[in-house]
């Protein structure tokens, strides 16, 4: 059924935006925001970044290496970021991830 | 990351209102930024009777309705000046036989789209075409948590459990809930059971929203007004069930500002960050703004924009900012966190929308209205008088 509860994001997720969530660049305003239910929320440039790779086939570990390449930063320092704001938007019920199929 | 939307409604509870991203160095008039989300009540009727319902006693009858057409044409041009969100509410909103056809719109302009439903007149052929038409969100009223209760709230048999059908219709489809639960004397000792009824029905958010005295409720208050002590074991309730909740349910919670010694920053302040089209078109400040005479509300049939009516209406622009403020407002190192509280309250209370909130302590009619409010929720009126288009009917001496 529904998306998952309670996930615990690690280095292995896959995360993705639900379909309920969406990521939209406000032209009137001119920032990217998330929508979600009864909420408007404003993502930073680096969450903007993240949640554009979350595409529920690139896991947290993937990404932290993408980043790290592109800034040329400590890809550990990376990793605690974004593992931190994936899992507070996670809390929040604004992420879901795939899950391997058990039946 | 802030929540820029959070608290838009009478809620208050609002971590941040996110007004940095909406306010610019402009003239006054445009420096209240077009609203993110927008309160669309496409009709007065319901088949529900709630004794608190926050539509204004004088209901809008089915004739003057906005016909399909025009509210697609408010869709396309509020998704225009650049709201991000609809919640297409009521009356009940699904009593509109072309709500299909308004969230297919909604969805074509970019809106996202909200449902605010008693979901009694939903079948699961109607919801999943709502699915279709892009709807992103349905939110669901309990009056209970239990038919006993809940339909004598709702003045309508069976309701309950057609509304526990919906809500396992819409998780079944994917959609996030909402339950929303009215809160008052009469089901305040169910809070423990609807918080895990909630839970149960897998949804994603519980608003537990206290009354708010204005209107129908107002009417009603001997009969639904909370005690003390019964107020003090809902914040205790919710504040352990937030905790063990996390990542499970969010919940909200609305205070109920009888018994608050600050009031609420209702809607964010007048006119600054919401607005709502009424079934017959008038844009206002908030749903019970008509309940306020003397004031002269712009029609999206007029021949204004909705932006010029935002921006420049006297209605919105009459209790904007501070100017408009007398003592003890006007002096108050408060004034511009909680802009004087609710006016539709004010105006209710006191007769004056201009004068301070009686929920605030520092109003001279606090103390009389906090002790008249007590007495009565120790009274023993319980019965309702039932929201409908004929002024309302008294519950009969035996309920229901």
Known sequence: MAASRNISVSEASRPKLPRHTRLKFDETRQVWVILAPERVLAPDEIAVEVLQLCDGARSVGDMADQLAAKYAAPREAILTDVIAMLQDLADKGFLTELREKTS | MSDIL????????????????????????????????????????????????????????????????????????????????????????????????????????????????????????????????????????????????????????????????????????????????????????????????????????????????????????????????????????????????????????????????????????????????????????????????GLDFESVRSNHSIAWIWQNSDAFNRYRGIGWMKEPCKSCEFREIDFGGCRCQAFALTGDAANTDPACALSPLHETIFKQAEREAEGETNRFLYRNFAGGTLESENGA
């Open chain 2, 6 to 293: 959070a608290g838009s409604k009478t809620t208050g509870a609002a971590p941040s209102d996110g007004l940095a991203v909406l306010e610019s160095q402009r003239s006054t008039a445009e420096t209240f930024g077009i609203p993110l989300a927008v309160l669309a009540e496409l009709t007065h009727r319901c088949p529900l009777q709630c004794p608190y319902c926050s539509n204004p006693i004088e209901l809008d009858r089915a004739g003057r309705e906005l016909t399909t057409e025009e509210w697609k044409k408010v869709l396309s041009e509020l998704a225009e000046i650049g709201v991000l969100q609809i919640h297409f509410s009521g009356g009940e909103p699904t009593a509109r036989k072309d709500l299909v056809e308004l969230v297919q719109h909604a969805t074509d302009v970019g809106l996202y789209s909200n449902l605010i439903t008693s979901a009694v007149l939903l079948t699961k052929e109607r919801l999943s075409a709502l699915a279709d038409a892009g709807l992103c969100h349905v939110q669901i009223s309990f009056q209970g948590n239990e038919p006993m209760v809940a339909d004598r709230v709702a003045g309508l048999k069976n309701a309950h459990e057609k509304k526990i059908e919906a809500a396992k219709w819409t998780r079944e489809l994917d959609l996030p809930l909402t339950v929303n639960a009215v809160m008052h004397r009469q089901n305040l000792h169910q809070l423990s059971d609807i918080i895990q009824m909630a839970v149960d029905l897998d949804a994603d958010r519980l608003e537990v929203a206290n009354v708010q005295y204005y209107g129908w409720a107002l009417k009603n208050r001997a009969a639904l007004m909370p005690t003390i002590e019964q107020i003090e074991e809902t914040s205790r309730i919710v504040e352990e069930a937030a905790v063990r909740l996390k990542g499970i349910l969010a919940i909200d919670y609305v205070v109920p500002d009888y018994y608050a010694l600050r009031p609420k920053k209702c809607m964010g302040g007048w006119g600054r960050q919401f607005f709502n089209i009424s079934p017959a078109g008038k844009v206002l400040p908030c749903h019970a703004a008509e309940s306020i005479t």
